[in-house]
């Protein structure tokens, strides 16, 4: 855990090592595999944050600004305020699912395999790594690669 | 009231105590010492395990007793809180859960300092994070003292304030003995005592209504004085155009609060993996979602039993109207099954409240020692002397606590747990985004974004009605209630993201981009994480 500060330390006397650190995070930074887990997490967090907080932000509006709209009948005692509400909820289950898939399906095995190469760059000088080293990462990060899934730590199970 | 059921409450509430005592010590036995255990539990939960610890987290006092109260009061109005809530949530799946989790080891400033000078970031964070954990703790407190009111009757004053102290002590017990290990088993415990009192009372209101929703809305809205207009928002927020934005500000800062609580994010670090904190939100997500749906039913339930009127008899702000809710369904006062009801969810309510108490102390007492600590401090800093530290500040913020919490007393929970999820909103929120997700963020717009928020944030909260010149206000009898709105999100939240977007663009030093690099490498693949 130490590690973490080491950036605050910079120019001390085991400096020998840590500009290593940096520099492998910037290249991993500008590599074809991390841009494509990149590119993967925001394409679908950031358009669907910003769905989700549009929509519920014209439920709010609409309460504060069209109470008459919100307070027509639907069915029996249910209006529209009523139905607007349980459809926040509903979409907000939807959403969480349809997150999970997509990061289970589509982010996961390829942000593994990166975590896995970056670890063994950034040890290599300090510690011998017990584990024979699995192949250098793939430019395209999408093949699944099958040693992977015994990385998981308790309760990763699904 | 009659006598038995405070004794059979008290009763039932100390064995909660008793059992989360004898958690506290067996979990923490021979534990004590490193920050990793005391801050993040040893980090080897399980994401179901955390789902309910986060859930028990989330689910407060201001949500059984504040949002059912407002509920039964104001109708459509209180379910807004319950969107406003769940929504939230997204906000922290989407964006922060996982990088936090990659990025972070014990607090807020953890994952910003990976890219920022340590030592002014540290201390902003750890001012604001205190800040947001005082005012949350301050809703909690009035919570256990309205409760209390309740329990022993009209002898008033006395038995209210030595309910917040001994709240107050109790929690500092806890997190002194137990640290986040004993914190998380006491969320655990008191989150399926919560779901389960929540879900018998739910049925039972269903039972009365025969399941028909419709006949227990319609109850509702005939027995609340207000006939349709119940079911429709507008009741609170539906004057003028000050309370209609008034609305609109306490929207934002739910949705966008959660993301920024430190109790909350605390919590990603009791996990092992970015994947077990995404996990252990999905589960807290469903957990939350049906609990907020339950809570409707309850409110419009103690509205349709009681009557909006009843509710609002037995003290200020509608905080009673749960338990008020289970002596009906029981029975009635005086019957067996009215009193034992009644019991046993007077003690879940105290159990929630002192868990939630709990959860929040340790958030604080984290950004106490592990940031304003380390940074402050003179002396050389040992991780045991840190956790030291962080217990003795764990006093300290219970005893700020209760002094306020003996001060706002009349105050509806939901409306001042708002005011946290505000400053959290202002203050904690943008500096995370943009240093999650922007190239170029400097230290100068960190600080910046964070004062930015902060400031303008609390002294809003001072000079609005919730301080003075209203009759429920903290000083009903001074008025320098300049800002007209209860909630300051709507204000506050948009000055500290611009904050943070022209200290940046200011800022003569240029961005670090290796510590961007690192960042964003490991936040995404969660290389390097503690």
Redesign the interface.
């Known amino acids: 855990m130490e590690k973490h500060d080491r950036r605050s330390s910079g120019g001390s006397a085991a400096g020998t090592i840590q500009p290593t650190a940096l520099d492998i995070y910037s290249e991993v930074q500008r590599g074809a595999a991390f841009r494509e887990v990149r590119r993967r997490y925001r394409r679908f967090a950031f358009p669907a944050a910003a769905a989700f907080l549009l929509w519920y932000l014209a439920y709010v509006v609409t309460a504060i600004a069209a109470p008459g709209l919100m307070a027509r009948q639907v069915a029996g005692a249910l209006n529209v305020a009523m139905v607007a509400g349980f459809a926040q909820f509903a979409t907000t289950f939807l959403l969480t699912w349809a997150y999970a898939r997509h990061a289970r399906l589509h982010r996961d095995p390829a942000a593994l395999e990166l975590r896995w190469a970056v670890s063994l760059e950034t040890r290599q000088d300090a510690a011998p790594v017990p584990v024979p080293a699995p192949a250098p990462v793939p430019g395209v990060p999408q093949a699944r690669r099958a040693g992977a899934p015994a990385l998981r730590p308790r309760g990763e199970h699904r | 009231m009659t006598g038995a059921h405070h004794v059979l409450a008290l009763a039932l509430f100390s064995g909660f105590v008793l059992v989360t005592l004898a958690i506290t010590t067996l979990v923490g036995r021979g534990r004590r010492g490193s920050p990793?255990e005391f801050y993040a539990g040893g980090r080897?939960?399980?994401?179901?395990?955390n789902g309910f610890a986060i859930a028990g987290d989330y689910m407060s006092a201001a949500s059984f007793l504040g949002v059912t109260g407002l509920i039964a009061l104001y109708g459509?109005d209180g379910?807004?809180y319950t969107?406003?809530f769940?929504?939230a949530?997204?906000?922290v799946?989407?964006?922060v859960a996982?990088l936090v989790r990659n990025c972070g080891?014990f607090t807020l400033a953890?994952v910003l300092?990976?890219r920022l000078r340590?030592r002014p970031v540290r201390i902003a964070t750890g001012v604001s994070s205190v800040t947001v954990s005082v005012v949350y703790l301050v809703a909690q407190m009035v919570g256990a003292g309205s409760l209390m009111t309740l329990l022993l009757g009209g002898t008033g004053a006395w038995a209210r304030a030595w309910t917040v102290v001994g709240v107050g002590v109790l929690m500092v017990v806890y997190i002194t003995l137990g640290g986040m290990r004993a914190a998380t088993w006491i969320q655990i415990v008191k989150a399926v005592l919560l779901l389960g009192g929540t879900t018998a009372l739910t049925v039972l209101v269903l039972l009365r209504f025969h399941g028909d929703?419709?006949a227990l809305?319609?109850t509702a809205?005939d027995r609340s004085g207000h006939g349709?207009?119940f079911?429709?928002?507008?009741l609170k927020?539906?004057g003028d155009w000050t309370s209609?934005?008034d609305?609109?500000s306490l929207?934002?800062a739910l949705?966008l609060g959660t993301a920024g609580l430190p109790h909350i994010l605390s919590r990603f670090y009791t996990?092992?993996?970015a994947?077990?904190a995404?996990?252990s939100v999905?589960w807290s997500?469903?957990l939350i979602?049906t609990f907020?749906?339950m809570t409707v039913v309850l409110g419009f339930g103690a509205a349709a039993v009681l009557g909006s009127g009843a509710v609002r008899a037995a003290g200020a702000g509608g905080n009673n109207a749960v338990p008020l809710l289970a002596l009906d369904l029981g029975g009635g006062p005086g019957s067996t099954g009215g009193t034992v009801l009644f019991s046993v969810v007077a003690a879940v309510a105290f159990a929630t409240i002192l868990a939630v108490v709990a959860g929040v102390t340790l958030a604080s007492s984290a950004s106490v020692a592990h940031d304003l600590y380390r940074t402050l401090g003179r002396r050389a800093r040992t991780p045991r002397s840190e956790v030291a530290v962080a217990r003795a500040a764990a006093a300290g913020t219970g005893a700020v606590a209760i002094g306020l919490g003996l001060l706002a007393q009349d105050l509806n929970v939901a409306s001042l747990v708002g005011l946290a999820f505000a400053v959290a909103a202002s203050a904690n929120l943008p500096v995370l985004l943009y240093s999650l997700f922007w190239r170029r963020f400097t230290t100068r717009g960190a600080v910046w974004s964070v004062y930015g928020g902060l400031v303008p944030a609390v002294a809003l909260v001072v000079l609005s009605p919730i301080v003075s010149g209203a009759p429920g206000a903290v000083f009903p009898g001074l008025d320098f209630a300049y800002f007209p709105l209860e909630n300051p999100g709507l204000v506050s939240v948009p000055l500290g993201f611009l904050a943070g977007w022209l200290g940046t663009v200011t800022s003569p030093e240029p961005a670090d981009?290796?510590?961007h690099?690192?960042t964003?490498?490991?936040s995404?693949?969660?290389?390097?994480a503690?």
């Open positions: 990793e080897l939960f399980s994401p179901m395990e459509y379910i807004l969107v406003g769940l929504v949530w997204l906000v799946l989407f964006l996982e080891r953890d300092v990976t340590e929703l419709s809305l319609t809205a349709r207009a079911l429709a928002p507008g927020y539906g209609r934005l609305f609109v929207g934002l949705v996990v092992p993996t994947r077990a995404r996990r999905i997500i469903g979602g907020y749906l981009a290796a510590g690099a690192e964003e490498v490991r995404l693949t969660g290389a390097g503690a």
